[in-house]
């Protein structure tokens, strides 16, 4: 058989990896969206590199748009084979690509506005709401650790990352002439200590093995370390200088997360009397997403619902979803902490609020998440910077920049080794490093050499490999 790597190769974005077997079945493993690029970022995004309609399975590691994004523009493509993800993933991505469907719809007619200015013909979006709502026709739920035969010769199982809520290992084996392969493709692999979500799982012996490195040259601050560096950050800005904490946030995960240890503050009596603002319908629908998934939370959740019914909400929490309740926050002149995404500040609500506070020396942009190097949530962290552009208008940054790196929900790059270390590193045949800037993955990989680890590929975009 044959893997080729679409997406995410040398790169952070728009994870698609391509299995065709010898009797040319073609499985595709996630489907994402390439994300902050620019101008560039719709032209590769329309540029799939293979015909959906060829594809007879795709299987995906978790609902981040990275990941899951380009499904509803497969659909309207003509894709209309299976979808197999675990039970959350396929609750996420349901109101996920329906959110990204909007996004593309909204973006596209103000676009098109700009393009019938200049005398030019309109685009249109990459899909639709309607693409988005039909493409969930084709998605089948499995559990954690179950196997799901999807024929005689092909067969997957889902092992729980810690990532994000339904993150998993994808655990293929797959029979060719008798010989069968095991294959496992980690997808983004969580922290060990998480949380909301219960620890990433050891996984099935291999002989290939696809990995990330988002991370692989990096080490986290401890979980408390972090824990006390945004409280001091909230009490600094909003009491001390009277100010907004601004917070770009994935609105799956990381905004959970977030909530999760403000409601601890604040049932500790230490959260500052202040207003916390979501400001994310997604994040309002995924956060009920996480209330139907309690077998996914670990135990100091369950232990935090013995006595508080709600560990995502509390009294001075409010949950945004109309868009005039959004544009009134820019109004909003007492101390509050706003939280809202994307993580990257590409698109979104937060995009607009970073711009309405960035040159407010009483205020804090506040980084909790990796940000792709050609992102705004990147370019706004360079040091010494004065002035940033934002919907094509220059503001000075005033604001202070800061960032808590432990909030991500990538591992660094020991706690991933750690995680393969459930493996025996003579029994798989070759590793391949995907999802990391190439510099990056060069690090991880001495890393991965000195633990003894060899044969490690880090393929470049359209790479193909006989495995």
């Not at 523009?73 to 675990?86: A, K």
Request: proline share 4%; charged share 25%; aromatic share 8%.
């Amino acid at each position: 058989m044959k893997i080729k790597f679409i997406g995410a190769a040398r790169e952070v974005t728009g994870s698609k990896h391509l299995i065709t077997t010898d009797d040319g079945k073609k499985i595709l493993l996630d489907c994402g969206m390439f994300q902050g690029k620019g101008l560039e970022t719709d032209v590769m995004n329309r540029n799939l590199n293979f015909n959906p309609a060829d594809i007879d399975h795709l299987i995906l590691s978790h609902a981040h748009i990275d990941h899951t994004g380009l499904i509803p523009y497969m659909y309207r493509l003509g894709f209309r084979g299976s979808i197999i993800s675990t039970n959350a993933t396929r609750d996420l991505c349901s109101i996920m690509l329906a959110d990204s469907a909007h996004i593309q719809e909204l973006d596209v007619k103000w676009f098109n506005k700009k393009r019938a200015r200049q005398g030019q013909k309109p685009i249109d979006p990459l899909y639709t709401e309607a693409d988005a709502e039909n493409c969930m026709k084709l998605f089948i739920g499995v559990g954690y650790d179950r196997r799901f035969y999807i024929n005689e010769k092909i067969n997957v199982k889902f092992t729980n990352t810690g990532h994000m809520l339904g993150s998993s290992v994808v655990n293929l084996e797959i029979t060719e002439n008798g010989q069968k392969k095991r294959i496992a493709y980690t997808g983004d692999i969580g922290r060990p200590h998480n949380r909301i979500l219960k620890p990433p799982a050891a996984f099935p012996p291999c002989d290939f093995l696809i990995t990330e490195s988002t991370y692989g040259d990096r080490l986290h601050s401890s979980e408390k370390e972090s824990e006390e560096a945004l409280f001091n950050i909230v009490e600094e800005t909003c009491v001390r200088k009277g100010g907004k904490v601004i917070i770009p946030a994935f609105s799956i995960g990381r905004t959970q997360e977030l909530v999760f240890v403000l409601n601890n503050f604040y049932n500790q009596g230490r959260l500052p009397k202040i207003d916390v603002f979501v400001d994310s319908p997604l994040s309002v629908n995924a956060t009920e997403v996480f209330r139907m998934h309690t077998e996914c939370m670990n135990d100091d959740v369950k232990q935090v619902l013995k006595t508080d019914p709600d560990p995502f909400g509390f009294n001075s929490l409010h949950y945004i979803k109309n868009v005039d309740e959004s544009k009134a926050l820019n109004g909003y002149e007492n101390p509050c902490i706003i939280i809202s995404s994307s993580g990257m500040m590409e698109a979104g609500r937060v995009k607009h609020h970073v711009a309405n506070n960035v040159s407010n020396w009483r205020n804090t942009i506040l980084i909790v998440g990796y940000c792709s190097p050609t992102s705004l949530g990147a370019r706004i962290q360079e040091p010494g910077l004065r002035h940033i552009s934002i919907f094509g208008e220059i503001h000075e940054v005033n604001a202070q920049i800061a960032k808590i790196e432990a909030f991500s929900g990538h591992g660094d790059y020991k706690e991933m080794i750690s995680f393969l270390s459930c493996q025996n590193k003579k029994d798989i045949r070759k590793i391949f490093l995907v999802h990391g800037e190439y510099a990056v993955q060069e690090y991880y990989r001495n890393q991965l050499e000195i633990e003894g680890y060899e044969n490690i590929e880090i393929p470049s975009a359209t790479d193909e490999f006989e495995i």
